[in-house]
């Protein structure tokens, strides 16, 4: 292959080619540059297998990163949660996959791809151009630097030439027939006029007759709406630190080793301040520093003497502090004593009955806990919810009513307008999705689109903004023919592209339906 290119590296066909042929750089080339074959990690030494062919961990890598980088050039930054909401590795997966069946199913078609047609889609390559013409040199060099051999690359170019046909030749079969464009120009230009009638729960709620039998089980549906949290209350007290300053000095050395260890404490207009102009407040935060330590340490003593009998009045005796007691509470809804201290909180979840838990240092000193009670998280019992079962069991039987009514309505509008009151849409395109005194839903104009004059009642209701609403069919306006005839190639040029995605999409589709797919469970775990 290098032989080829050598030959036409200074051609004038290629700088003509070149203008034409446009193949993406990054398409192919980051799915082998760096390709390697030491499996999944140490597990079955494969990220995917495509029935007898593997595709390496490497491969998916790669394949991975393509994705994820096209994403970030679309959305700018890409989180995890992100990666999740897009599917970035499925779509990489999926990309692997696909490749595997197509080759495969383009040498079933007798496709092939000619080294001249291999030679022109590198020259096309805009990396590889020095002044808008292949440069060979730079050729070279560039696959050098990303340790890929030449006959790699074109390799890899002539799989992405191969899977190019096979999709053309799919969608170079698909044909736009005068039916389509007869339907399509229909959908797009005739007008509709619906009669309707419309159901809206908040006008149920008033019909709503709720039996204990029903909030009961409405409550067993819903328990987790329902489950209170898991509370607790504690005894605890505090040892404030600065209690302990007053109990300790500091020496000129431990002073030095503190600025030394904090020298970004002491920060002027010029940056660090000499130790000799800070001296006092060194001394002072040494001292602080010290106390804390004391503190910490006494405390930390009385647990250890009385944590086994949980004497916390003992304990705040030895310390000199005063105890104090919460209510229950939970994690979400602490009490306004240990506000923003949520250490001190998860601490407090985690005691046992009758010891005592800490220290927990915090900014507001150093806290000794006990366990008052603790109340497991439960579903309370009807009674003591049932104005709140009440409240959204109403809303759900208002919407099952609201729906249930439409659903009869429709029974009726098939037999004539029954004993309803209907109201009347005036024309409306499909192309606006929206329906006039309704709103706007597409899933309603496409219901109100299918409805024939045979047939001119919607199977099922519709709901739009939480409104049920049934819907009858009571004027079309077909477009004029002769319109028709004007719009006919503007149609198929529009069409065509529609339907060989959908052909191309169904072939896919066909082909994984067809072949046995096993993706490494260590890779979706991941």
């Known amino acids: 292959m290098l032989g080829v290119m050598r030959k036409y590296k200074q051609s004038v066909i290629i700088k003509i080619v070149f203008g034409v042929i446009v193949f993406s750089f990054i398409g192919t080339i980051f799915l082998v540059w760096g390709k390697g074959d030491s499996g999944l990690k140490g597990s079955s030494g494969f990220a995917i297998k495509v029935d007898k062919t593997k595709i390496s961990y490497e491969e998916y890598q790669q394949g991975y990163q393509r994705v994820r980088s096209l994403f970030q050039q679309m959305l700018g930054s890409i989180t995890p949660e992100m990666e999740k909401q897009y599917g970035i590795k499925k779509s990489a997966m999926d990309n692997l996959i696909n490749q595997v069946l197509i080759k495969r199913e383009a040498k079933k078609m007798g496709l092939s791809v000619s080294k001249d047609e291999i030679v022109k889609a590198i020259a096309g390559v805009s990396a590889f151009q020095k002044d808008g013409v292949f440069n060979f040199d730079q050729y070279q060099q560039l696959l050098k630097s990303q340790r890929m051999t030449p006959a790699a690359f074109e390799q890899a170019q002539e799989e992405e030439l191969l899977i190019k046909k096979a999709q053309e030749k799919i969608k170079g079969d698909v044909k736009v027939s005068d039916d389509d464009l007869q339907k399509e120009f229909k959908l ?121 009998t949980g004497d916390l009045a003992a304990a705040a005796q030895s310390l000199g502090a005063k105890s104090a007691e919460t209510s229950l509470f939970s994690v979400k809804a602490p009490p306004q004593a240990m506000a923003g201290e949520s250490e001190v909180i998860n601490r407090a979840f ?73 109201q009347e849409t005036g024309l409306f395109l499909n192309k606006d999705a929206v329906v006039p005194k309704i709103g706007p839903s597409r899933e309603l104009v496409d219901t109100a689109f299918k409805l024939t004059t045979a047939a001119p009642v919607a199977a099922t209701p519709v709901t739009v903004n939480g409104v049920w609403y049934a819907i009858k069919l009571k004027n079309r306006i077909e477009a004029p023919k002769d319109e028709f005839a004007r719009q006919k190639e503007t149609l198929r040029a529009k069409l065509l592209p529609k339907k060989q995605q959908e052909a191309e999409s169904a072939w896919l589709k066909g082909l994984r339906d067809k072949a046995t797919i096993v993706i490494n469970p260590a890779l979706i775990a991941e």
């Not at 908040?202 to 819903?222: F, G, N, P, S, W």
């Not at 020496?251 to 006092?280: C, N, R, W």
């Open 188 to 308: 797009q230009n005739d007008k509709l006029e619906l009669s309707f009638v419309g159901f809206s729960p908040a006008e149920m709620v008033k019909e709503v007759k709720l039996t204990d039998q029903e909030l009961q089980a409405y409550l067993q549906a819903h328990q987790e709406e329902f489950r209170t949290h898991e509370q607790v209350s504690v005894s605890y007290l505090i040892v404030d630190p600065a209690a302990y300053a007053g109990k300790v000095t500091a020496t000129e050395e431990e002073s030095t080793t503190f600025f030394q260890k904090h020298m970004d404490k002491y920060q002027g207009k010029e940056g660090i301040l000499p130790y000799a102009q800070v001296k006092e407040q060194v001394r002072k935060d040494t001292v602080a520093d010290k106390g804390a330590k004391l503190a910490y340490e006494k405390a930390a003593e009385a647990v250890n003497k009385y944590g086994k």
């Open 350 to 422: 985690l005691l046992k009955s009758n010891e005592l838990g800490g220290p927990v240092e915090s900014a507001r000193g150093i806290y000794l806990l006990k366990l008052k009670e603790k109340k497991p998280a439960a579903v309370p019992p009807l009674a003591d919810v049932r104005k709140r079962v009440e409240e959204l069991c109403r809303v759900d039987k208002a919407k099952e009513l609201a729906k249930n009514k439409a659903q009869e309505a429709l029974s009726q509008l098939g037999k004539g307008s029954g004993a309803y009151k209907l």
